[in-house]
């Protein structure tokens, strides 16, 4: 069973802080990953997604890939209270379309 | 459409009654999934369509779920004799159906299933 692991939260930051949002993944020949943020009620929206090692930024988001240790991340810089949502991260596996996700984390940003 | 659309946005039903879920992917979209999200829960695989071919349906539960694809637009998702177990949100996605960034999955607003 392939699996996609989230701390549940709440992970609660202060405003304009940094959040870190962590996940690891099960299966080594997992290619894709996916970042979405879903607000209480709402449908999944993509923030980021990335293939290759190491970082790639846009705007306030930062994603971090690391295939060796199987681990993927999202960095928010300047977290403000909109950003408070739950965090699903998503792996696509190699000869699969589907998504599997984990069960998301959710942030809190105190104003 | 400028979305996916699913429809209806809810439906409360009886143990023991069929329910019809409809997608209408985003227009030019040939992948299309389905996946269902239980309270306070990740999302789990359904069902993929490509075109009007389902070549991933590992994910349905049992043979009370089904679904189709008709004109490599339109899905349907079927649930025959209902339970409550299958109260959940029912989120329909599409994508451009092709490698690298063709991958993304958009998700429509979902369907917010009771069984009563």
């Known amino acids: 069973q392939k699996e996609v692991e989230q701390n549940s939260g709440p992970l609660s930051v202060p405003e304009g802080a940094i959040a870190s949002l962590n996940c690891t993944y099960s299966d080594r020949g997992s290619q894709s990953f996916f970042w979405y943020r879903q607000y209480s009620g709402k449908s999944p929206e993509l923030i980021m997604f990335?293939?290759?090692?190491g970082d790639k930024e846009d705007g306030r988001f930062t994603a971090q890939l690391n295939k060796a240790s199987q681990y993927v991340s999202l960095l928010i810089r300047d977290s403000q209270p909109s950003d408070s949502a739950t965090y699903l991260c998503a792996v696509k596996d190699t000869g699969r379309r589907a998504l599997t996700f984990g069960s998301g984390t959710r942030l809190q940003v105190q104003p | 459409g400028a979305g996916v659309s699913q429809s209806p946005s809810n439906k409360v039903t009886e143990k023991g009654k069929d329910v019809e879920l409809r997608c209408d992917p985003i227009?030019?979209?040939?992948?299309l999934y389905w996946y269902r999200q239980s309270l306070g829960q990740g999302l789990e695989f359904l069902i993929y369509?490509?075109?009007?071919?389902?070549?991933?349906k590992s994910g349905l539960p049992s043979d009370r779920f089904s679904a189709e694809r008709t004109g490599g637009s339109v899905s349907t998702l079927t649930i025959q004799r209902t339970q409550q177990e299958d109260s959940a949100v029912y989120l329909c996605a599409s994508s451009l159906g092709v490698a690298g960034q063709g991958n993304i999955q958009y998700f429509g607003a979902g369907t917010r299933l009771s069984v009563l």
């Open positions: 369509f490509q075109g009007n071919s389902a070549p991933d």
């Open positions: 990335i293939y290759s090692n």
């Open positions: 227009s030019g979209h040939t992948a």
